[in-house]
């Protein structure tokens, strides 16, 4: 039987007798060509393997995705349109994806060499071309800008994924690109996958550029009608068209862009230099702007942010923040940032979507290593971090960092939506876990980390080392002052075994100097005894940074506000032998005289907090019955006054220097009772050691 071998139909009749009249092939033909595949072929259109009939073949496929009626299809030309705007986003993004594109420029004047075959032959295409109505522009094309892929698992030296086009703005190669699509993603979007992106579902700023473009080029709907129409809007026919998609809001945005619009993008420098600028046809295109603000679920919920607010962004992958907006896009379940970032974070780099724009990981707010004591901490007047475990603690494994965002007010008492506290610390055989969870704009962000006893830190896989330290500290008094009040705090140290103590005090964000650090005797790591320190400081504060060799942590006192309305009076019977004080008070009601009382510190009124309960070690505990003062002073106990007028100072103090009350001496209430160490001195006798010894006397009444 007979096979008729014909492209299209003459007038729905697909026979032609004898010598009946056809027509010459034109646009009418090619319209009535069916395709087999109904444009679904699985292989790209290659068969004439030269830039110009690409340049063609994209230029038909934005004509027949919006003749298809749907711009969200499957055929071939879906596929051409969406790798062809995959190459426009790569160009608007090029600023950050320097380390994975370069831009390479072809300049028909100085790079056509007319003096060879191809040169000639070239330039001939272009005016064959460009005869008539010029479809193409290449009457005015000067310059090709082409897309060179330089980041990993790049085939070859040079790979060309795309170029301007003087017809549709911007060409896609034909070749597979999927080396590309596995290491740039715009959003959960990956550049010429097999999931095609219209226009109106990208980036907002991207299609918001487009639009802007066009409304500074007069021209725009005669030199790219094809894309014109695919755009909608302004002097467009289709009402198949991406502007139809868009919200109210998006629209009023639209329709608000005139030709100053482009004003405040920059262009993009091309040359070893920078020394051109990216063109088509002439007009510059331009980059995308430095964002200020995503509008993202991830920003930090912090009073204390300031200007660009952090993303704080999670560090496992999975599905619990799949429905927070990221930047452009939502977090995808496979998204997960960095343990650690060397970065400064204010000039980070966003993961997957690589923004500059600053973020925080756990490493900005969790320490690599944690401090163990082996005693149980006093958790009515110090924070524990809500710790669940045996009787030891641990220095909060906080950075300075987190600091900046939240007070300690927030860490003690702030709770999630869903009733989780802000830290937490589990301990477990061998190890302690630490819970953090970060407020942020739609929820928290929770992180956690592992310290693990014996082993060391490995921030690759989030794993945190532990370490153990024997450190005796109490702070005298416990109590936050009004700031135009004087404040005399003293915070005493115990140091033992190796790793050096530092503590530096904090109110806010700004460190406090203390006014001396007095070490009455170093620690004796072979004699396993610890150091006797004592800090002043004149300023309220309200958390304690330890830093043990290398490794930070943090205590928190629960200070008790100042509010009390008593005014005291003292009187002091400063005797040879013996000295004993009294004191009564008056209130805004007025004095009562009968009420003397003897000076005592009642256990209720203690005035020396120590970070522990018990120091099973006795060198600690009886460095803060030596050096400062005892926990209770009343009749009852064992001591109380009168009691004997006696100082106990440092023996290499310098008298020429300030002498600070418990810090250079202290009353030594062990006297006659206990022997003093070797580092004091006794002094008895005060009254009459005149004025050359009056410091003493006046330290000994404090």
């Known amino acids: 039987m007979a096979q008729v071998f014909r492209l299209y139909n003459i007038q729905g009749n697909n026979n032609i007798v004898d010598w009946q009249n056809s027509i010459v092939y034109g646009s009418k033909a090619n319209e009535e060509i069916k395709d087999p595949d109904g444009a679904k ?82 330039e001939r295409y272009l005016q064959s071309d460009a005869t008539g109505s010029d479809p193409y522009n290449f009457k005015k094309i000067q310059r090709f800008y082409l897309l060179n892929y330089i980041g990993p698992d790049k085939p070859q030296q040079l790979n060309i994924i795309g170029a301007t086009s003087p017809a549709t703005l911007f060409f896609s190669s034909a070749n597979d690109l999927d080396y590309v699509s596995r290491n740039i993603s715009f959003g959960q979007d990956r550049p010429f996958d097999k999931i095609y992106q219209s226009l109106y579902n990208r980036d907002w700023e991207f299609v918001k550029y487009l639009y802007a473009f066009r409304a500074a080029y007069p021209e725009f709907h005669k030199d790219f009608p094809e894309f014109n129409e695919y755009l909608g809007g302004v002097n467009t026919n289709s009402r198949n068209n991406c502007y139809a998609k868009f919200t109210n809001e998006q629209k009023r945005e639209i329709d608000a862009l005139n030709s100053n619009s482009i004003s405040i993008y920059e262009a993009i420098a091309v040359g070893e230099k920078g020394q051109n600028t990216l063109d088509v046809l002439g007009r510059p295109f331009h980059k995308k702007p430095v964002i200020t603000d995503f509008n993202s679920g991830f920003e930090i919920d912090s009073s204390f942010a300031e200007g660009k607010r952090p993303l704080v962004l999670p560090v496992e992958a999975g599905n619990t923040y799949s429905n927070l907006r990221y930047t452009q896009d939502k977090w995808a379940n496979t998204y997960k940032a960095p343990y650690y970032d060397n970065k400064p974070w204010e000039s980070r780099i966003l993961p997957i979507v690589g923004d500059e724009y600053p973020y925080l990981t756990i490493s900005d707010f969790l320490s690599d290593t944690i401090v163990r004591m082996p005693y149980k901490l006093n958790d009515e007047k110090f924070f524990d971090g809500n710790y669940q475990g045996a009787e030891d603690s641990y220095l909060l494994p906080l950075t300075n960092l ?146 043990v060799g290398d490794t930070e942590g943090f205590i928190i006192p629960k200070f008790k506000q100042a509010n009390g309305n008593r005014i005291y009076t003292f009187a002091i019977d400063f005797g040879t032998t013996n000295s004993h004080i009294e004191y009564g008070f008056s209130t805004s009601q007025g004095t009562d005289a009968t009420v003397v009382n003897s000076f005592d510190i009642p256990a209720s009124e203690r005035q020396l907090h120590r970070l522990h309960s018990y120091y099973s070690d006795p060198d600690i505990r009886m460095a803060f019955e030596h050096n400062f003062i005892p926990d209770t002073v009343a009749d009852s106990d064992d001591y109380a006054f009168p009691m004997r007028t006696v100082f106990s100072e440092w023996n290499q103090n310098d008298r020429n220097q ?30 009459w050691r005149g004025e050359q010894e009056y410091s003493l006397i006046l330290k000994f009444a404090v």
């Open 658 to 687: 300030a002498i600070y009350a418990l810090a250079n001496g202290n009353i030594p209430f062990l006297y006659e009772k206990n022997t003093i160490p070797y580092y004091n001195e006794v002094r008895t006798e005060l009254k």
């Open 402 to 547: 987190f600091f900046r965002f939240f007070t300690v007010e927030d860490l003690m008492t702030k709770l999630t939506k869903d009733g989780k506290k802000m830290l937490e610390l589990k301990g477990e055989p061998g190890k302690v876990k630490v819970f953090l969870r970060i407020p942020i704009k739609n929820g928290y962000v929770e992180y956690t980390r592992t310290y693990f006893e014996g082993q060391p830190t490995n921030i690759e896989h989030n794993d945190g080392a532990l370490v153990d330290k024997k450190v005796g500290l109490g702070i005298l008094p416990l109590i936050q002052f009004p700031e135009n009040v004087k404040k005399h705090y003293r915070l005493a140290l115990f140091d033992k075994g190796r790793n050096d103590v530092r503590l530096t005090c904090y109110k806010g964000n700004k460190s406090i100097i203390e006014k001396a650090h007095i070490v009455r005797e170093p620690k004796d790591i072979d004699m396993n005894e610890c150091s006797k320190e004592a800090y002043v400081l004149n300023e309220n504060f309200d958390r304690i940074n330890v830093k």
């Open 41 to 122: 072929a699985s292989k790209v259109i290659t068969s004439i393997p030269s830039p110009f009939a690409r340049i063609d073949l994209v230029k038909t496929a934005f004509k027949e995705v919006v003749a298809n009626g749907n711009l969200d299809g499957d055929t071939i030309y879906h596929k051409m349109v969406s790798d062809t705007l995959d190459v426009a986003e790569i160009f608007f993004n090029s600023e950050k994806l320097k380390d994975k594109i370069e831009i390479l420029v072809w300049d028909r004047a100085q790079d056509l060499d007319m003096n060879s075959v191809f040169g000639k032959t070239l």
